[in-house]
């Protein structure tokens, strides 16, 4: 039962991992976005990229530098480089 649920948890990360497949820097030139609306725009993004690893993180059970080195990564490919 808990290995169901896991890939069935596992599945749903996959899945929304190829859903917003597209970084925040992709996103604000396909919308076309400059000056203020770009910054926020990416703060916004910055700031959903960052939950969203930490939440990954905390789910995979990473602590100290792993967590940390993770949940950089993590958010550095989501917004972009």
């Known amino acids: 039962m808990k290995k ?4 069935a948890l596992l599945s749903t ?3 929304t991992a190829f ?3 597209a ?3 992709s996103q604000a030139s396909d919308k076309k976005l400059a000056g203020a ?3 926020s725009f990416m703060t916004k993004c910055e700031k ?6 930490a939440t990954q ?8 530098a ?7 990564k993590c958010v550095s490919d989501a917004v972009g480089a």
């Open 57 to 64: 993180a905390a789910d995979k059970k990473l602590n100290g």
């Open 19 to 21: 859903a917003q497949d």
């Open 23 to 25: 970084t925040c820097k």
């Open 66 to 72: 792993a967590k940390t080195s993770f949940t950089k």
């Open 4 to 7: 169901m649920l896991l890939a």
């Open 48 to 53: 959903d990229a960052t939950t969203s690893c």
């Open 37 to 39: 609306a770009l910054k």
């Open 13 to 15: 990360f996959a899945a």
